[in-house]
């Protein structure tokens, strides 16, 4: 057995489990403000990415500046789009919410394809290294960017929902929006900045595996992918969100690596976390830590 690259895809897998938990957890962001499922979600990815990427090589912009820009511009971005497309599908029927993402999905798919083209496109070198040597292992300098990154954002997100008046008034909007609004919380207010965080944290996590394997349209597959780790977690739980990612991050390179030695299959890495998905749904629903609702008759 290969003990050195088993170590190394465990590491790997934990890196990359933080980035999913990142983004799962705007997965929840938007589900306990509003109680949909953002199928776009992938898409911001992308959109943070390509703007990145422009701002750098189009307009030679240093990366301390044209970061900090793209994430101005994703919070003015979710705003906007929350306020034009999403505000008037207040009070209409979930399904018809979450039909609107699926198509806003396929939207910027396009959008972002007709406008830089369906190649992968290299960041430039951001970091005077571009992988550390850390206790024998190399890490890409932008998955250990990342990584303080993510935890950084994970504890903002726990403190963000446990104590901020925002965060109570998302908790009791994803309730009931019409109890909330007679106890004078501003819907519109909470939807809006539900939108823009999400938008934001996609982007840095767009950009950061953007530095590591290229902008593409695959790119959007990203947000495709976190969501067994959504269910596995839980669809309203931040605490679920970082276990799950954690949990999937790790499994894909596990099933990466015993294919590799043994099985011989070929893709493990991509679907082993959809046979995970499958297996969750089958035996708990709610996941780790998601609530279970109680229905009455």
Known sequence: ?????????????????????????????????????????????????????????KFELPFYVGFPITLAFMVVFGIVLQMVVLRPMIGE??????????????????????????????????????????????????????LVSSVVIMIAFYYFFKYSKMGLAMRATAFDQQVAQSLGISVKRVFAASWAISALVSAMAGVVVGMVNGVSSALSFFGIKVFPVVILGGLDSIIGAIVGGLIIGVLENLAEFFDSQWLHLGNMYTIAPFYALVIILMIKPYGLFGTKDIERI
């Open 1 to 57: 057995m290969n003990y050195e690259l088993l170590t190394q895809l465990l590491v790997n897998g934990v890196i990359v489990g933080t980035l999913y938990g990142v983004v799962a957890m705007c997965f929840v962001l938007i589900y306990k403000s509003t109680q949909i499922v953002n199928f776009a979600q992938g898409e911001f990815l992308l959109i943070g990415a390509w703007t990145c990427w422009a701002l750098l090589v």
């Open 93 to 146: 029927p979930i399904i018809s919410v979450i039909m609107v993402t699926i198509g806003l999905s396929m939207f910027f798919q396009s959008l972002m394809s007709w406008m830089f083209g369906g190649y992968a496109k290299s960041f430039p070198q951001v970091f005077e290294t571009e992988s550390m040597n850390i206790l024998g292992l190399q890490v890409q300098t932008a998955y250990i960017m990342s």
